[in-house]
Every structure is written in C-alpha cells, then in structure tokens.
C-alpha cells in the first residue's frame, strides 16, 4: 500500500531489533512474548523517495537471526518487492481509469463510434510527401482515391446508443470499415477527411446517415481527433441523432404554412364581406334610382327632366361603387389612403346626399350640428364617407326596426380639444343593449336578420388608421344609440 508520507534517504537503514533488547512500549512486549518472537527485522519499503509498504519479519526459533548479510539481502527483495507494489497500484489506476473510459463510451446518450484510421493516416501521409497541398483539388482529380480511401477508416467499437440508432441488433454489425455509409453520403467523408488533412482537432456539421435496416438518419456528425495521437489515427466520434428534431421542425414549417394560408383565406373571405356589405348600400340605391327613372319614363307623359337627374344620380352612386372597390382593394393590399384636406362638414353632407332616398323611405329626419371652427382633417374622402354612411344606416335600422315612434337622427361635429375633431351619430333607436356592447366592433357580430356584422368593423379599421378612435354608448340626446368618433385635426397631424 503506497504510504502518505515521504521518507528520506537517511532513515532507509533497516529497523533491527532482537527481542531479548528490545525496550518497547507495553503492547508490543506482549505481543513478543504472546508469540514468543525471539528476532524482529521490520524494513521500511521505500519506492522514488515514497514508503509503500513495511517488510515485517520475525523469528521465534533464535535470538540475533537477522545478521547483516541476510539484512542486506532482505533490503533488496524490499527495494525490488517495493517496485512490484507500486506497479500493481499503478496498474489498478490504469484499469480503473479504462473502467470509466467503458462505461462514458457505454452509457453517454449520444452515439459514439470509436475509430482506427492507421491505414488512412498512411494514404494522407503519402499524399503529403508526394507535394499535395490542396486534399480537395487532389480528390477532385482522382476520385478513386477517394473510394479506396473508405476502406482506411475502420469502426472499433460502437455504443449502444450508436446500435439503435444505426438498427444494428449487436456491436459486431457495425464494426470494420465504414464504405457502406461513405457510399450514400461521400460529402461527409470527404469533408472529415479534408479537415484531418488540414491538421484540424475537431469537424462536425448536420448530415444525414444511412442505417443498417433501410432508414435514413439526420445526425449531429462530430469528430474529435487526440492532439498527440495523429500517428495512430485514433479518433472518437460522437452522433447525436436530429431526425426528431428536423422532423418536427419540418412539421412547424408546415403547420405555420398552412396557418398563413388559412389566414390569407380568412383575410380575402373578410375582404369578400367588405366589399359585398359596402356594396349593397350604393347597389341598392342604383336599383331605387332605376325604377324611378322607369317611373318617370312610363308616365302617359314622360318626365324627361326627372328621368336624366335620376339617371345621374346613377351615375354618380356607380362611380362612388366603383371607389368603394378601390378603397378596400387598397386596403387590403395595405396602398397608402389618399389622404387629402377635407372639410368633415362637407364630406357629412356628402355622404348623407346618398342616403336621402332610403331615409325619405323610412321617414327618419337627419339633423346636423356643426360647431364653429371645427373644420379640417387631414382623410380619404371615399373612406370617410364610407363610415358616416355605415354609422347613419345603423341608426336608420335601428330606428325602423324597434318602430320607434321618434324618428331622428343627430350629427354633430365639435371640436374634443384643440387637436381633436370629434363627431358622433345619435339616434332615436333602442340603444344597444349593454351585454353587445364590448363585441359590436367584431367582425361578423351582428343582431339584424340579415345584418352580416361588418359594418362597424370596417368602420373601427378605417378611423384607426386615421389615428382616432370610435367610442360607442347610449348617451344619444334622443334616447337612443350614440357612435362617436375622433379624428387628429389637420394641423394636429404630422
Ligand atoms: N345605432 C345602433 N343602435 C343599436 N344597435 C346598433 C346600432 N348600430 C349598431 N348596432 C348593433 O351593432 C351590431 C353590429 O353592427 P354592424 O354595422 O357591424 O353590423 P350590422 O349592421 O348588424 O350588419 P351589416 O354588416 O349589414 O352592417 C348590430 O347588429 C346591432 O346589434
Ligand atoms: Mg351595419
């Protein structure tokens, strides 16, 4: 056993002791005479400067046994019993380290192959001799050298997480040269190769494998080569298996396809709606207008001065059809809006000009209140009008449909504060009831038979991207509904 201390050179003489002289502690006297010992001889077993041990002997036939000679040549066999000591504890940290080596190699969780590649160091060799400077032009040129090159690399030893991952039933399998692999993927071995050829510790990139039962495998291909074992070619790799990983990131990739897919479906099914729900209001105005132009026609005598205004407010609802078009097309393809100066009373007057008819119809008396000074924004006029008129129809079909007896309809421009124009839309309808009130701004939300619900999202989007915002609640002064909206002034807008 290798002793902690040291010991010097002077104290190697041997501990000699007869047992007649011997003045010992108490304990050890007994020992003597228990065992009757009549010659002791303890040498100290001493290896480079360390005791590794204690040769202990003693007689009990003879007092004076250990003469100098023997002690002599006992203090040899200890010198020479000293180093067989020292190589048994050196051989069992070899073997203990070499245990741990197994079981890392065994039971890391990551495929290792452990590689010999004496024979492709001797073809790298050679080629350096013979002046090759660039491995890649030299394979290029002689793609054979390449092939035979395959059999120089020669798999040792294979964990068990390699087996499975390569489908191999037991080690054996797999070991010999590697050609079968290097076959399907030459690139790999080519690039390793190289790398080596260039004196580089370490290679590693993502590449896929062939396996012994048919698949194919995407791996984490990693070479790590000893600094001081070139000559012998040795060199573990590691293969860490990706084939889950790509796969799910494969199925990720697929999945967020078809999301934005789904989603360009649902942005041209809400564009669909748009269009239709603006639409209906200026087609449905161009049908009325239609069947008075006949009216006038057909009277026993033709109003022909009727029949051409009513012809031209046909004209003008088609064209503003046509702008609506244009408008939501542009939206959706996200066109900047044509923002020009517009005066908010003017373009309220407007719009409430193509609604005439359908309020006539229903009886519903529009009044306007335009405060002083409130003047300017800075807008898309087509967009603009586009939520007066959603916002009055609402008010409109609320009226009619709760047959209120009121019948009105207030619209009304201040000035919120020095920045901020403000106008809201009050009616004489129910009101809206207060568990809607958090969901009348989502698409398709709707209460009306055949309401499709896009109007005041449409609305919301387009006084959004004018910088305001569209608050709604019940403080209409006629009882009712009341939608407001505020708009940043033109000189409020940068
Ligand atoms: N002035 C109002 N008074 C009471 N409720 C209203 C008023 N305006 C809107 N609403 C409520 O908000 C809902 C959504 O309005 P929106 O304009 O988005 O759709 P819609 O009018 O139902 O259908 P459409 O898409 O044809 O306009 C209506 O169905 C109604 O319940
Ligand atoms: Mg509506």
């Keep these: 056993m290798r002793a902690p201390s040291a010991v010097s050179s002077s104290s190697f003489e041997a501990a000699r002791a007869e047992a007649s002289r011997a003045s010992k502690p108490k304990r050890r006297a007994d020992y003597v005479r228990r065992t009757r010992s009549r010659s002791v001889l303890c040498l100290p077993m001493v290896r480079q400067g360390e005791l590794v041990g204690v040769l202990y002997l003693e007689s009990n036939l003879a007092p004076c046994v250990f003469t100098s000679d023997r002690v002599a040549l006992l203090q040899l066999l200890a010198s020479q019993a000293a180093i067989s000591l020292d190589n048994a504890a050196l051989y069992t940290d070899l073997q203990r380290s070499e245990h741990r080596y197994r079981q890392l190699f065994s039971e890391t969780p990551v495929g290792l192959w452990q590689t010999e590649a004496q024979t492709l160091v001797a073809m790298l060799t050679s080629l350096r001799q013979h002046g090759v400077q660039d491995l890649s032009q030299y394979i290029d040129d002689h793609p054979e050298w390449l092939t035979s090159a395959y059999e120089g690399l020669v798999l040792e030893d294979a964990n068990h997480y390699a087996m499975q991952m390569f489908g191999a039933r037991d080690g054996r399998e797999l070991l010999g040269p590697l050609s079968w692999v290097w076959r399907a993927n030459p690139g790999t071995f080519r690039r390793a190769v190289t790398s080596r050829y260039n004196g580089e510790e370490l290679f590693q990139e993502t590449t896929k494998l062939p396996t012994l039962d048919g698949r194919v495998i995407d791996v984490l291909f990693t070479v790590a080569r000893p600094r001081k074992n070139d000559d012998q070619g040795m060199a573990v790799i590691s293969l860490v298996d990706l084939t889950e990983r790509i796969r ?247």
């Design 248 to 494: 799910a990131q494969d199925m990720l990739q697929r999945v967020q396809a078809d999301f934005a897919h789904a989603a360009r479906i649902s942005m041209l099914g809400e564009l669909a709606a748009s269009i239709a729900h603006e639409l209906k209001q200026p087609l449905a105005a161009i049908n009325m207008s239609g069947q008075a132009v006949l009216r006038w026609l057909n009277r026993p005598v033709p109003n022909l001065d009727e029949a051409r205004a009513t012809g031209e407010r046909i004209m003008v609802d088609a064209e503003r059809a046509v702008n609506i078009i244009q408008r939501i097309h542009g939206m959706a393809a996200r066109d900047t809006p044509q923002h020009t100066l517009v005066s908010l009373a003017d373009l309220i007057d407007e719009a409430l000009g193509f609604l005439d008819h359908e309020l006539q119809l229903h009886s519903v008396a529009v009044t306007r209140a335009y405060a002083a000074g409130a003047q300017h924004v800075l807008a898309d006029r087509v967009q603009l009008q586009q939520v007066i008129v959603n916002l009055t129809v609402n008010a409109m079909q609320a009226i009619t449909q709760a047959q209120s007896a009121r019948r009105e309809i207030t619209i009304r421009v201040d000035m919120q504060d020095a920045a901020t124009l403000c106008c809201a839309v009050e009616d004489s309808g129910p009101g809206i009831a207060p568990e809607h009130l958090d969901s009348l701004f989502e698409s398709f939300f709707t209460t009306r038979e055949s309401g499709m619900g896009m109007g005041l999202p449409i609305c919301r989007s387009i006084i959004e991207a004018h910088g305001g915002r569209i608050p709604a609640d019940n403080k209409s002064v006629h009882g009712g509904a009341r939608f407001g909206l505020t708009l940043p002034m033109a000189s409020g807008i940068r």
